[in-house]
């Protein structure tokens, strides 16, 4: 049953093929069991490739069927088609086609199964490259927020400034007039005397000033230090909007991408492996001698061909036939007094019908 199932993979005439000798039938149940298993991986390439993309084991494998029995087609059609031929020149030329289509096959089979093969190297490379995507998000969106924040902190200081310059003032007055008190500046005489009170005057003064200055200034800079932290905080919610489309950055194509990324050898070695198995009918059947099988195909196509031309022949040999007896007919029949004189007679009676209908025509437009 095994084998039946296997001859039937390998796309072979089930009729023929009973009918030759036991080893030919197990050279063409193997080549039919190597079209089987490709699409077998295949299918579970595609449904692991699928996976990634949709997160949903059953419409993964749904597709990943249909993608290996579509596979199963073409590699029955490609070992099926291939005809052996005297010339192994005439046989070269027709397996380049389909060497190629098998290339292409096995380079769709092969990636997907790489890509789970090297997993763990691929999620290392994801991770550094959703790293340095952070790093790279967070200072695209800092540019946005520092310039305004900037400024902020530029007039902060600059008001922050003013109180000090105030503050510096208001001191320097403040050991002016301790100075005249003491006798050791201005008029040089102990006590407090009249220019003493005139300084005392003018720091009080500056130290109102000082003090209202603190508490516009300080109104103002707690505006500014609210609307820092709300920059501060729109910023930290841009990057943690942002942050998961970074997270969620390992679909098939990034994987891919991170694939190549890596030593090359292992992953052409994988290749070459799955470039064998699917070659490998191919080139069984290219190396291969006539056999059994093939003596007895060439047979049945000779039979055929031959049929169809001895009906093809004799549908031309009938028309001919037909044409040169029509022919003569004609050709007798031309010469013939009877037939002659019927049809002047039916061509003078179609003249009268034509000439009464023309005349009862003008006597109604009259």
Same mark, same amino acid.
């Given at each position: 049953?095994?084998?039946?199932?296997?001859? %039937?993979?390998?796309? =072979?005439?089930?009729?023929?093929i009973?009918?030759?000798? $036991?080893?030919? @039938?197990?050279?063409?149940?193997g080549?039919?069991?190597?079209?089987?298993?490709?699409? !077998?991986?295949?299918?579970?390439?595609? &449904?692991?490739?699928?996976y990634?993309?949709?997160?949903?084991?059953?419409?993964?494998?749904?597709?990943?069927?249909?993608?290996?029995? %579509?596979?199963?087609?073409?590699?029955?059609?490609?070992?099926?088609t291939?005809?052996?031929?005297?010339?192994?020149?005439?046989?070269?030329?027709? =397996?380049?086609?389909?060497?190629?289509?098998?290339?292409i096959?096995a380079?769709?089979?092969s990636?997907?199964?790489?890509?789970?093969?090297?997993e763990?190297?691929? /999620?290392?490379v994801?991770?550094?490259?959703?790293?340095?995507? #952070?790093?790279?998000?967070?200072?695209q969106i800092?540019? *946005?927020?520092?310039?305004?924040?900037?400024?902020?902190?530029?007039?902060? &200081?600059?008001?922050?400034n003013?109180?000090?310059?105030?503050?510096?003032e208001?001191?320097?007055?403040?050991?002016?007039?301790?100075?005249?008190?003491?006798?050791?500046?201005?008029?040089?005489?102990?006590?407090?005397?009249? =220019?003493?009170?005139e300084?005392r005057?003018?720091?009080?003064?500056?130290?109102?000033?000082?003090?209202?200055?603190? #508490?516009?200034?300080?109104?103002?800079?707690?505006?500014?230090?609210e609307?820092?932290a $709300?920059?501060?905080q729109?910023?930290?919610? &841009?990057?943690?909007?942002? @942050?998961?489309?970074?997270?969620n950055?390992?679909?098939?194509?990034?994987?891919? $991408?991170?694939? $190549?990324?890596?030593?090359? %050898?292992p992953?052409?070695?994988?290749?070459? !492996?799955?470039?064998?198995?699917?070659t490998?009918?191919?080139?069984?059947?290219?190396?291969?001698?006539?056999?059994?099988?093939?003596?007895k195909?060439?047979?049945?196509?000779?039979?055929?061909?031959?049929?169809? *031309?001895?009906? =093809?022949?004799q549908?031309?040999?009938?028309?001919?036939?037909?044409?040169d007896? /029509? /022919?003569k007919?004609? &050709?007798?029949?031309?010469?013939?007094?009877?037939?002659? /004189?019927?049809?002047?007679?039916?061509a003078?009676?179609?003249?009268?019908?034509q000439?009464?209908s023309?005349?009862k025509?003008?006597?109604?437009?009259?």
């Amino acid at each position: 049953m095994i084998k039946d199932f296997f001859l %039937l993979c390998s796309g =072979v005439d089930q009729d023929l093929i009973k009918n030759c000798s $036991n080893g030919e @039938q197990n050279k063409y149940a193997g080549i039919g069991a190597t079209v089987f298993f490709t699409a !077998l991986m295949a299918a579970i390439a595609c &449904s692991y490739a699928l996976y990634t993309v949709f997160d949903n084991i059953y419409t993964a494998i749904f597709f990943g069927i249909l993608w290996g029995l %579509l596979i199963f087609n073409l590699d029955r059609f490609i070992v099926s088609t291939i005809k052996k031929r005297d010339k192994k020149r005439q046989e070269i030329v027709q =397996v380049i086609p389909r060497l190629l289509l098998a290339m292409i096959i096995a380079v769709v089979i092969s990636k997907p199964l790489e890509l789970k093969i090297f997993e763990k190297e691929i /999620n290392q490379v994801l991770l550094t490259e959703k790293n340095q995507m #952070t790093l790279d998000n967070k200072a695209q969106i800092a540019q *946005q927020f520092t310039p305004e924040i900037t400024a902020l902190n530029t007039e902060i &200081s600059s008001l922050k400034n003013e109180i000090d310059t105030k503050e510096t003032e208001v001191n320097t007055l403040y050991e002016t007039y301790i100075a005249e008190a003491e006798g050791r500046k201005g008029t040089k005489l102990i006590g407090k005397g009249p =220019v003493y009170k005139e300084k005392r005057d003018k720091h009080d003064a500056a130290l109102k000033e000082l003090a209202q200055l603190k #508490t516009d200034n300080g109104a103002k800079i707690k505006v500014k230090e609210e609307a820092i932290a $709300n920059l501060i905080q729109q910023q930290k919610d &841009s990057e943690s909007k942002t @942050q998961p489309i970074i997270s969620n950055f390992d679909g098939l194509m990034a994987r891919v $991408n991170a694939l $190549n990324k890596l030593p090359w %050898l292992p992953s052409f070695f994988i290749f070459l !492996l799955f470039l064998a198995i699917e070659t490998a009918p191919i080139f069984a059947k290219l190396i291969s001698s006539k056999s059994e099988y093939d003596f007895k195909f060439e047979n049945q196509e000779s039979l055929a061909k031959t049929w169809i *031309q001895q009906q =093809v022949h004799q549908r031309e040999a009938l028309l001919q036939t037909d044409i040169d007896l /029509n /022919n003569k007919i004609y &050709s007798d029949l031309k010469t013939e007094e009877e037939i002659y /004189n019927y049809k002047q007679k039916m061509a003078r009676n179609l003249m009268k019908l034509q000439a009464d209908s023309f005349y009862k025509n003008q006597q109604k437009i009259l």
